[in-house]
């Protein structure tokens, strides 16, 4: 067994096994702690809330609570393994809304026989929380499932791997594209998968400028095009009326190629044919479309981002989901709309820009870190992360009239 997977093992096992626990909040030593806690003070919080459901807010743990929900049909780029074997991963971003936003969270693995029967399940225990986060759940059943829960739950519903990876992704590449000094409006961009992630990322790149006309998407069967007779609903979004067939059809001169499909399907021949100064996106996680140190060999005026801790420039929804869930629960938004999505791709894009802290050059393990070609984008433990991107969320949930509550008082100051 390799070295890094004994040890990713061990992480998981030792000394206790999984990555989070629950912890109690308030004193619960005494007779007196626990008639508080438990009978009888805790009768006066439920006839509160039974009067009003705003004041589950008030004397519960709700407000800062989300829970991630999966079924395990996409688990990362591994597959449709099933939703147990989903649970390290869930657990995973429930460490990482702790680690980064000081949110609680837990993971629930779903198995269901139906799509309404899933539906129906998220539907019933949403009121215990402040957010649902959806992972991990295949397209093209994640769209119809994130649409029926928005409409029937009374708490933001997000499916992280549809908007987070797209703010992350579109805040990551307008920058690597002002690197090589091209413009997101005239950038050919191929995009490698038609799923969730695919789906999202390609519709707020065109919310960000982004031509439709100048994307090419791809699947399993190759070019999404007009004529194919194969395509969901969400596909044909994006079928191009066009004779280009294959990988190398659509590389040829192309600027941009995202990739949120799976592991090693773009050979080093196709990022030859790409045009000068090209930007590549191998998200899938764990293993990336193209090994960077391939990609770097094959071309050195590229930038390339992967979904990885491990390499420069970690385009990962990692960057999103903790402070956008941060600044929705804040200002108690109804829902997660675009308006609060565009505020977070600024918000990370323009952090990329500044200088970097030394905490986070010591946390990433860099002497130096400067916009270019190898930082386009804030690494996760930067700490300016959480109040940046919660604020210009939490603000654009109050413009555009989804707040519940006002700002709080320390999202005034900048
Ligand atoms: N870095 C990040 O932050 C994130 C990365 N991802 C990565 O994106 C990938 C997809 O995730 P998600 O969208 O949730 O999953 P989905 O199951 O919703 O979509 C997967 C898509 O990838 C396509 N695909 C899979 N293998 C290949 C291949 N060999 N060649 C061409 N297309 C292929 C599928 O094609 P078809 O439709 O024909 O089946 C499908 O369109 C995963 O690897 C995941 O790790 C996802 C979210 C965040
Ligand atoms: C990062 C992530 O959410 C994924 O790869 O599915
Ligand atoms: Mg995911």
């Known amino acids: 067994m390799s070295d890094f997977r004994q040890k990713a093992l061990d992480y998981h096992a030792f000394p206790t096994p999984g990555k989070i626990s629950v912890e109690i909040s308030k004193p619960a030593e005494t007779a007196q702690d626990l008639a508080l806690a438990y009978s009888p003070g805790v009768a006066e919080p439920v006839r509160e809330i039974a009067a009003d459901p705003e004041n589950a807010y008030k004397y519960t743990g709700k407000g800062n609570l989300v829970a991630v929900i999966t079924n395990g ?17 869930m657990e995973g971003k429930a460490l990482l809304f702790k680690r980064f936003a000081n949110i609680d969270s837990v993971d629930i693995e779903v198995t269901h026989r139906t799509t309404e ?41 997000f499916h992280d791997d549809q908007h987070g990876t797209a703010i992350v992704t579109a805040a990551g590449l307008i920058n690597s594209l002002e690197v090589q000094g ?27 400028g982004a031509l439709r006309e100048n994307i090419y998407m791809l699947d399993r069967n190759g070019v ?26 659509v590389m040829q001169d192309a600027d941009v190629f995202v990739g949120v499909s799976g592991p090693d399907v773009l050979p080093a021949s196709a990022v030859s044919m790409m045009a000068d100064k090209p930007v590549i996106f191998a998200c899938s996680n764990p293993d990336p479309e193209i090994k960077p140190e391939l990609a770097h060999a094959t071309r050195q005026d590229l930038v390339m981002g992967t979904g990885r801790s491990d390499y420069p420039n970690q385009v990962n929804n990692v960057l999103c989901f903790p402070f956008i869930f941060r600044g929705a629960l804040d200002v108690r938004a109804s829902q997660i709309n675009d308006e609060m999505k565009v505020a977070a791709v600024e918000a990370i894009r323009g952090l990329a820009k500044e ?28 700490p300016r992360l959480l109040p940046r991107v919660a604020r210009a969320v939490a603000i654009a949930a109050v413009e555009s009239g989804v707040a519940r509550a006002e700002l709080p008082e320390n999202y005034m100051l900048d």
């Open 117 to 157: 029967e899933f539906i129906q399940v998220v539907a019933a225990i949403a009121d215990t929380f402040g957010g649902i986060n959806l992972e991990d759940i295949k397209a093209p059943e994640c769209f119809e499932i994130e649409k029926a829960l928005i409409e029937r739950c009374n708490v933001p519903v």
């Open 73 to 89: 049909t996409a688990i990362l780029g591994l597959g449709n393994l099933g939703p147990l074997a989903s649970k390290p991963v």
């Open 182 to 208: 091209k413009s997101i409006e005239d950038a050919q961009i191929v995009c490698m998968g038609a799923g969730a992630a695919a789906v999202a990322c390609m519709q707020l790149l065109i919310k960000c």
């Open 224 to 249: 999404i095009h007009s004529r194919r007779e194969d395509l969901n609903e969400y596909k044909s979004l994006f079928a191009n009326n066009t004779d280009k067939r294959t990988l190398e059809d």
């Open 355 to 382: 200088a970097v802290p030394q905490e986070v050059l010591d946390a990433s393990g860099y002497e130096k870190l400067e916009f270019g070609p190898d930082y386009v984008i804030p690494k996760p433990m930067d």
